[in-house]
């Protein structure tokens, strides 16, 4: 039967360049920061769809259109209820107005060939360049017929590479994510969904999203347990608090192990990682997680990046800041995630750092190591040795032979995190590497790397913690 679809495109450039995100007032002490904060918020527009496809545009331009019967035909330029109501028609709605959303509506008249751009990450001066590749939006009015997504900026993306093999995800309760097939063209640089949707409305993401919702449920959780105490480090740009979550009780002769997550917020692997491991470090039934409370005390920050992750940003912060190389010199204008967590390091100490990525092209779980650091010697080489012998007992998602390249000795970026606290604190700090698609040795071909094994995988890295933390004493 033939489908009438009238489009209906949304909007949501609602934060302006100086109310971004709700920032409180105490967020700016003096005139000077106020300026700083003026000149660097000023050029980052809020916007999750495209500018010049706002709902009052699409209501009164005259142009709008119609599917019907697979040819497109001007419509009047009524208001939203003059759509056709029929029972064979299809409103079709695409929409990225909300937590983590981001989607730019090009045309969205054929629901066979609908057209979309990826919105950019303010542009990051340490990086040369604005990042994108992160996406998630929901596309209603299309149940039972067949769509064609073409996402038309896809070959511009941070790593376009990375879309070879690539399968988004989609889901139809927000709980439960698949894989729906997907091509990239490198000649045109467009990257196609194609997808028939049992339901009227479908989800579709880079990866699984994680929530601020969720993450706030997580830090409840995790407070109602005796063991965990919360601490609000600070606060972010847009006016997020920093939340850091100790689990244990500090004493003499007690390692400091602090895992940190989710600094680029497209990597929202991150968090599902963090969610597992947290889970059975706080399961009072498991004789391993109270033998690791008896010898260790973690610091936990979940989300490190709660601004990008809200906006839908791939690799930055609201500044445009890339997290991952601030931890040189961070600062509490552009960077005060950074600069916050950096602090309480410093004030608490740090005996083993694990810092929790997601890795657009390679499919694998890795760790990138810290060779390439000035005070790398052999007691360093011995702990990570340990640590990733153990680990890949605890998990057959985790190997050892694929990764990043080595870095050559006292070459390491020292503005990346687990580079620059490990030579800080002079003790091991590695960076893990999870998949955006699938691992090669443990596929799932209908979720490939999911929020399910990336919770089963984080809980499995506390028997490589422990394995490790009796060797961190010399």
Known sequence: MP????????????????????????????????????????????????????????????????????????????AMDSIDDSEDACRL??????????IEVVDASNP????LRIHEDPFCETDGRAHFQWFHFRLTGARNHELNLHLANAGKASFPHAWSGYQSCASYDRQHWFRVPTNYDESSGTL???????????????????????HQDLI???????????????????????????????????RRVWMIARQHPGES???????????????????????????????????????GSWRGHLRTNAAGANLNREWAKPSPETSPEVYHVRNKMDKVGLDMLLDIHGDEELPYNFINGNEGIPCWGERLAKLQKTFVESFKKSSPDFQSQHGYAIDE?????????????????????????????????????????????????????????????PSLDG
């Open 220 to 254: 409840a959780k995790c407070i109602s347990h005796k063991a965990v105490r919360l601490e609000v480090l600070g606060e972010t740009l847009d006016g997020h608090d920093i939340d850091l979550l100790r689990i244990g009780q500090p004493g003499k002769g007690k």
């Open 269 to 307: 692997m991150a968090e599902w990682f963090v969610e597992g491991f947290l889970e059975r470090l706080l399961d009072s039934h498991s004789a391993l997680a109270r033998h690791a409370l008896q010898k260790a005390v973690f610091y936990v920050v979940p989300n490190m990046n709660p601004d």
């Open 409 to 469: 000795p006292n070459q390491a970026n020292l503005t990346i995190c687990a580079h620059a606290i490990g030579d800080r604190f002079k003790t091991l700090s590695l960076t893990l590497e999870m998949p955006f698609k699938d691992t090669i040795e443990n596929p799932d071909p209908v979720q490939g790397w999911s929020p399910d094994r990336t919770k089963s995988f984080g809980a499995s890295i506390l028997n490589a913690i422990v394995d490790t933390v």
């Open 3 to 78: 489908i009438s679809a009238t489009t209906v495109i949304r909007q949501a450039c609602f934060f302006s360049s100086t109310s971004l995100g709700h920032r409180k007032n105490s967020v700016i002490q003096s005139t000077a920061q106020k300026r700083l904060h003026q000149k660097l918020l000023k050029p980052l527009p809020y916007a999750r769809c495209c500018a010049t496809s706002s709902l009052e545009q699409a209501a009164s331009e005259q142009s709008r259109l119609r599917w019907e019967g697979g040819r497109a035909a001007p419509t009047s330029s009524g």
């Open 112 to 115: 066979g060939n609908i057209q």
């Open 192 to 214: 196609t969904i194609q997808h028939r949707p049992e339901q009227d409305a479908v989800y579709y993401a880079y990866f699984a999203p994680y929530s601020y919702e969720r």
């Open 93 to 102: 709605v695409v929409n990225s107005h909300f937590d983590s959303g981001n």
